[in-house]
Each structure stands twice: as structure tokens, then as C-alpha cells.
């Protein structure tokens, strides 16, 4: 009988240990609003594994919640390894002390972000799919990866005429190199981008093998 025990005591510790190994594995399980459903399942596992970005809350992910400039460009200053660069900022609207600051001034640095005007950077406004690409676009090259792609025109989408100039050649590159898709033939240039869709771009752009 005690020998039973002890097996039994074993293999429910075996158990234990291995679910807490899947759990510290696929982070995005802590989250209640994070299914292994999703299509940025994987995406949210890599984004939280990497530190680029966590949860609003201890359980909640907030996918669907639309991701502000600030944020995003955290995600990239993250994403770079938190570089810390003397640069000057023009943006009247970044406080020195905000959870962005540094990360607005070494984007602003490497010319991976621009104000939406010359004093200001609009950090709680929200990131564009446009804006988002073009950012993505620039960060890749500030890093030295490949940013030549052939295949498909972006031309051929239905929406095109909407891509304003500045993101022409970044939406191309992001088409080609898969880490934009396109929602039945549009690119929706304008469209806000969500947590969700963030974190799957930075995903397919730095993490996908």
C-alpha cells in the first residue's frame, strides 16, 4: 500500500512538473482572452517570451484593443535590445519621464519614427497599419536585414489608391515579405491596428522561422 502511494505521489509530481513546464512555455495560457485558437497565438507566446511586450493585466492580453504609437514603438526599442542613444527630441508632447521616452528618442534617432508634426509625436494616438509597416520597414533596415522583395504589386489590391505616399515602398515590402496580409484583396492602409494584429507583424517580420 505504501509503495502505491509513493508511485502514485511520483507520477502525480511528474504531472505537476510537466504542466508547469508547458505553462512557463506558452505564456499567452495565462491569459483568459488568448485562445490556442487565435492566429496570434504563437505570436503573443513570442512577443511575451521575448519581453517585447506583456499583458494589460496579469490575465488579460487585450488583443482586439487598439495599440497607440507609443506602444508600438516600445515594442521595437524592445525588440532592438533597449539601446539607450543621447539624441535631442523636438516632441513637446513625450515627457522625459514616461514609459516611452527613451524609446521615442532612439527610434527618432535611428529615423525609424517621425512626429505627426514637427513638435509632436501623438503618443496616445492610435498606430495605423500603414503607420505600423512603414515603422517595421525603417526598423528593419536600421538593423541591417534584408529589406529586398519581389512578387506581388500591391497595385493588384483593391485598396491601394488609399496607401498614402509615405508608406508605398514600406506596404510593398511588408506584402512581399509576408508580414502583412491583406483582408480580402484590401491592405485597409488606414485602418487602426490592434494588439493582436502588432504583435503578429513583429512576429512575422523578427520571429518566424
Request: charged share 25%; glycine share 6%.
Amino acid at each position: 500500500m505504501k509503495r502505491t502511494i509513493r508511485v502514485f505521489s511520483l507520477l502525480l509530481a511528474v504531472v505537476m512538473l510537466l504542466s508547469a513546464q508547458a505553462l512557463a512555455t506558452e505564456p499567452a495560457q495565462a491569459f483568459t482572452d488568448v485562445s490556442k485558437q487565435d492566429y496570434f497565438y504563437d505570436a503573443v507566446n513570442w512577443a511575451v517570451e521575448k519581453e517585447i511586450t506583456s499583458g494589460v493585466s496579469k490575465d488579460a492580453f487585450a488583443p482586439e484593443r487598439d495599440c497607440t504609437r507609443a506602444d508600438f514603438v516600445t515594442f521595437l526599442w524592445r525588440a532592438a535590445g533597449k539601446p539607450v542613444v543621447n539624441y535631442a527630441m523636438n516632441f513637446n508632447d513625450v515627457d522625459g519621464g514616461a514609459y516611452y521616452a527613451e524609446a521615442v528618442r532612439w527610434a527618432a534617432s535611428e529615423k525609424v519614427v517621425e512626429g505627426t508634426t514637427a513638435e509632436t509625436f501623438a503618443p496616445d494616438a492610435a498606430v495605423t497599419r500603414a503607420q505600423v509597416v512603414t515603422m517595421l520597414y525603417r526598423f528593419a533596415k536600421a538593423q541591417g536585414m534584408d529589406t529586398t522583395q519581389g512578387g506581388m504589386a500591391i497595385r493588384e489590391f483593391d485598396d491601394f489608391d488609399a496607401v498614402p505616399a509615405y508608406a508605398l515602398e514600406a506596404m510593398d515590402w511588408a506584402v512581399n515579405a509576408g508580414v502583412l496580409k491583406g483582408d480580402n484583396n484590401r491592405l485597409l492602409p488606414q485602418d487602426n491596428c490592434t494588439r493582436a494584429q502588432i504583435v503578429t507583424m513583429l512576429y512575422r517580420a523578427l520571429g518566424e522561422k
